[in-house]
């Protein structure tokens, strides 16, 4: 008898495996516009998933308020649909509900089955009410073959009704096969499972906003125009890595712009060791309320944004701007010509951008170096003393060697990070003059595919290279610093 | 109290020590130099760091023309309020106040609080599959779609022009996670299993033992991330390009700041008629209510400064230490 159960049981675990991967991908589902259940006539927003035209009818009717206007459509197709969006949705909550809840003991295990029959079943009901509105809109077209729209059976639709279908028989099936569990007194579930289920909301949050995203790599293989949708026709496959290079336009700017990153990267990576001297020179001050005074002041530009540090950049050197100011005062410059704008200057913009990282990051580089110091064995120079060595010599054969560690990880770190100099600090410092010298790879896609350029698809291409470029990087500085320190950094 | 003998002799030796080795702990010439240079350095440089705050100050609580004719460069002159009175006519301004403001504590509020529970949600050994959880979150720090697939994500998911934007994805901040996780393994574990004795849940331990403890390590995370979402651009700039109401405050200052149109005119007709009269003066006061703009959205970084301080060393040592 204990046997047989067992069997049973042993069934069941496979069946309940079925059941929440199928509840798993109706979850994802509704994330999906190409899997919109709803879309039953063509006006509908393409790129707006279940999801989306659940929670806002006004993102459903978005796209067609000029039909509803002209009255060619009764709304009435369109608050059906939207119904049963609500529906559906209500339904998965449940079914996601019941998926949990398997994870109980047998208790909480028949009423999983007994959430996702109620679930499925009003997901089953969803989908019907998205049918009757598919063929409301099929009458109305009847009524009106001139009508600008036609209706649609989307495929999602048939897929959530299969896929509700499945749950529906599975969960009966299941509710079937479980035991009564009558001998238990509580629905209970066991603590690993019940720490699993807490974390899994912010699992899914991490899912839906770091790895969705790459899903989207998709738009790299079609001709995709803002607002439209992406279909087999307009499937180009690897056409926009060619036209990358092929293109001779678009390889001078692709160019342009590597030689821009890699300079500026490279501007930073050479002077690394700035924050380290500087950690360095200030602990040789003797007094500590100078040292603080200096770490106060040097770590506040880090905390304000590149749009403040532009204007504070305008206010000294725009054609008003302070140094214009002093130069009228010293008198190297007329009092009624207006003085030049140091910010549209063309010369040195690498130089100069450098300059305003330097500036912005210096201080709080510093901090972690000036911790590190102060970690240094004393007694080391004390012994140094002694044997007669100078202030440059302890410095360079004590403090150096103690922090090169913290160094060499910044150092990997900022050589995986060669092609993201980041994309604030170049936008604001953009103007008409300068854009060739400053433009970088971030500051690139954006505008190629927000700011006017237009062309998300390259855009999307020229970004994907970057990606899989920095991660091959990363993991290139992680084996470097395992080989060397047998340590990794990531 | 007598001194033992043996610190006697520790102290005379300690004098003899000095007296043979004088030479090494005088001060020497090259010392004064180098003291002299080194102070300098860093006086002049910190300088450079706060002398463009100050300028930017006395330049918008001076008086307009005296400003105008290049008097104000190194401390304020005729003492005045009108450009901060004057903010009130900025169009906008005041919705993106509201919106950085709100979006400041709303999202540190909910990142501080998933970020300790998943924190120690994560520090628990008998979850199932607990390190595949939490390598889940700690890759998605090496890793990034891009910018335009994230967009279109946002599109996908109909959070473009949406407030909620500034909120939902700050949620799972998988660094923060990680110092906070790093934390709590730090904490006694008698501490919990105690509480687990007495029958405690993981909700009643995290709220009452775990919560309390870390919250050194919580306020360090606070601190930084309040002050990344006030200094937040980037995603205002992408992802509200169709809804200027909802612009944050820096990215409605980088629109000021680009504007070639005057924002003097707003001033001008609060002020007094002549100057409505007077381009250049609405130019000038376009400038200086551009200066004000910046001043009132770094007022608020300036103000928690001193509590920062506190924090600094904690919070980027402990991202050394990576788990």
């Known amino acids: 008898m204990a046997k047989k159960e067992k069997v049973a049981r042993g069934a069941s675990d496979y069946l309940f495996w079925v059941y929440r991967l199928l509840i798993a991908l109706s979850a994802v589902f509704i994330f999906m516009p190409n899997l919109n259940p709803i879309r039953v006539i063509d006006k509908i927003d393409p790129n707006i998933a279940l999801f989306t035209a659940a929670f806002s009818y006004s993102s459903l009717v978005q796209k067609v308020g000029l039909l509803l206007r002209l009255g060619t459509v009764k709304e009435t197709v369109f608050i059906i649909a939207y119904v049963g969006a609500i529906v559906i949705l209500v339904g998965v909550v449940l079914l996601v509900a019941g998926a949990c809840m398997s994870l109980g003991n047998i208790l909480l295990q028949r009423l999983a089955a007994v959430f996702s029959m109620i679930g499925s079943g009003i997901g089953v009901i969803g989908c019907m009410v998205e049918l009757i509105a598919n063929h409301t809109v099929r009458v109305e077209k009847y009524n009106n073959p001139t009508a600008d729209f036609y209706a649609m059976t989307p495929i999602g639709l048939k897929l959530f009704l299969i896929i509700f279908a499945l749950i529906l028989i599975i969960s009966i099936a299941l509710r079937v096969m479980l035991p009564s569990g009558a001998d238990l007194e509580e629905y209970e579930m066991e603590p690993k499972y019940k720490l699993f289920l807490m974390f899994l909301p912010f699992g899914l949050l991490a899912f839906v906003f770091c790895y969705l995203p790459l899903w989207g790599w998709r738009y790299a293989f079609f001709d995709y125009q803002a607002g439209g949708t992406l279909s087999a026709d307009n499937f180009v496959g690897f056409k926009w890595f060619g036209y990358l290079f092929k293109n001779a336009a678009t390889r001078v700017d692709v160019l342009r712009v590597m030689r821009n990153t890699l300079i500026m990267s490279f501007l930073g990576i050479a002077t690394s060791w700035l924050p380290m001297v500087f950690a360095i020179f200030l602990t040789e001050a003797k007094s500590e309320g100078f040292r603080r005074f200096v770490q106060i002041f040097t770590t506040i530009p880090n905390f304000i944004s590149w749009v403040l540090v532009y204007a504070l950049a305008l206010s000294i050197f725009d054609t008003t701007g302070f140094i214009n100011q002093l130069r009228v005062m010293i008198g190297s410059l007329p009092k009624d010509v207006e003085g030049p704008n140091y910010l549209m200057s063309t010369s040195a913009i690498w130089i100069k951008m450098w300059a305003w990282g330097t500036w912005k990051g210096i201080g709080w580089s510093a901090i972690i170096y000036i911790a590190g110091i102060s970690g240094i064995d004393q007694q080391l120079y004390e012994a140094a003393t002694v044997d007669g060595a100078g202030r440059f010599q302890k410095m360079w054969n004590i403090t150096v060697p103690g922090l090169l560690p913290t160094f060499f990880v910044l150092l990997l770190m900022a050589v995986a990070a060669i092609l993201s100099n980041g994309l604030d600090q170049y936008l604001v410092f953009q103007n008409a003059m300068n854009e060739k010298q400053i433009k970088v790879l971030d500051l690139y896609v954006y505008e190629l595919g927000l700011g006017g350029g237009g062309s998300i698809p390259l855009s999307t291409v020229v970004g994907m290279f970057k990606s899989i470029i920095s991660v091959i990087l990363l993991f290139g500085a992680n084996s470097i610093s395992k080989a060397l320190r047998g340590e990794s950094i990531i | ?323």
């Open chain 2, 1 to 323: 109290m007598a001194k033992t003998a043996q610190e006697k002799l520790d102290a005379k030796r300690e004098k003899a020590y000095y007296k043979k080795h004088k030479n090494m702990y005088k001060v020497k010439p090259s010392d004064i130099v180098f003291n002299i240079i080194n102070y300098t350095i860093f006086t002049l440089f910190t300088i450079t760091c706060i002398y463009p705050f100050w300028y930017l100050f006395i330049n918008t609580i001076s008086d307009n023309e005296k400003v105008g004719r290049g008097e104000v460069n190194f401390y304020p002159k005729g003492l005045t309020v009108q450009n901060y009175w004057a903010l009130r006519n900025v169009a906008d301004l005041g919705n993106s106040f509201i919106v950085s403001i709100s979006r400041t504590i709303i999202g540190t509020a909910l990142m501080v609080l998933a970020s300790a529970f998943v924190g120690y949600l994560v520090t628990k050994q008998e979850m199932w599959h607990r390190s595949i959880c939490y390598r889940f979150l700690v890759i998605t720090m090496y890793f990034n779609a891009g910018l335009i697939p994230g967009y279109m994500n946002m599109v996908m998911l109909g959070l473009t022009n949406n407030y909620l934007v500034y909120i939902i994805p700050g949620i799972v901040a998988p660094y923060n996670i990680i110092l906070v996780k790093t934390y709590i393994e730090s904490i006694p574990a008698e501490l919990e299993e105690s509480a687990f004795i007495d029958g405690a849940s993981y909700l009643v331990v995290f709220r009452h033992i775990i919560w309390p403890l870390s919250k050194p390590i919580l306020a360090t995370i606070a601190i930084f991330g309040a002050v990344g979402h006030w200094n937040s651009f980037q995603d205002s700039l992408i992802y509200m390009a169709n809804t200027p109401k909802l612009y944050t405050l820096q990215h409605r200052l980088y629109v000021y700041l680009n504007q070639t149109s005057n924002l003097g005119s707003l001033v001008s007709s609060a002020t007094t008629a002549e100057q409505a009269k007077n381009i250049a003066a609405q130019q000038l006061s376009g400038q200086v209510i551009k200066y004000t703009i910046s001043m009132v959205s770094v007022l608020p970084i300036l103000m928690v400064y001193p509590f920062m301080m506190r924090y600094f060393e904690k919070g980027i040592m402990l991202g050394a230490v990576k788990g």
